[in-house]
């Protein structure tokens, strides 16, 4: 295999922990994108939401963010971040960061207004609530972008190990000895 291909992969090891990283937080997202609701089974607000269960979404929403913020930088300090394959992966890596952190900032706010709404009027009251839910639901909607880009990048690292297993079957072809021309291939008729 030419040095050139070869500095531009990514070793088996190195993609396949990195997969295993991406799907794991890749499933915590969506999970808490699926499980973290504010409207009640019939789809109201409740009258009363709790400030201490939407400030722990936002507690958890996060410490998830940091966890996408690390493996970005994690992967972004190895020299695979320069190859082709790597290069994609970092760019779903930052979308994936940036998601992730605008989902924290508006699970914050959610809570920021239950705990507002104890003290408003009808008026504000309402346009409180608006806002809770507009904000909660955006959040939700974060985390699944999040979620999606990371499996997005892990995507990328498996076809990138289909490439090399491609490659490697060319290289083993390539190397298979050939014999002369006009020398018998040592069978006997």
């Known amino acids: ?44 607000i409740p009258a009363a939401p709790s400030y201490t269960t939407l400030l722990q979404h936002a507690v958890a929403a996060h410490d998830l963010s940091r ?9 972004a300090r190895t020299p695979h971040h320069i190859t082709p394959a790597g290069s994609t992966v970092l760019k779903r890596l930052a979308t994936a960061t940036t998601m992730s952190s605008h989902a924290a900032t508006h699970f914050t706010e959610t809570a920021e207004c239950a705990l507002a709404l104890s003290r408003a009027d009808s008026t504000d009251r ?18 699944r972008s999040a979620s999606e880009s990371l499996g997005d990048a892990a995507k990328e690292l498996n ?7 491609f490659l490697t079957t060319l290289t083993r072809q390539e190397n298979v000895p050939t014999r002369p021309r006009g020398q018998p291939d040592g069978r006997h008729r």
Not at 126 to 143: E, F, G, P
Not at 159 to 165: D, K, M, V
């Open 1 to 44: 295999m030419p040095p050139g291909l070869q500095r531009d992969l990514i070793p088996r090891d190195a993609a396949l922990h990195l997969i295993g990283a991406l799907n794991a937080m890749k499933d915590q997202l969506h999970d808490a994108a699926q499980q973290w609701e504010l409207l009640d089974e019939n789809g109201h």
């Open 159 to 165: 076809e990138h190990l289909g490439f090399q297993r």
């Open 67 to 75: 966890g996408v913020l690390r493996l970005a930088a994690d992967f």
């Open 126 to 143: 309402h346009h409180l609530t608006n806002r809770m839910v507009i904000d909660h639901s955006s959040a939700r909607a974060y985390l």
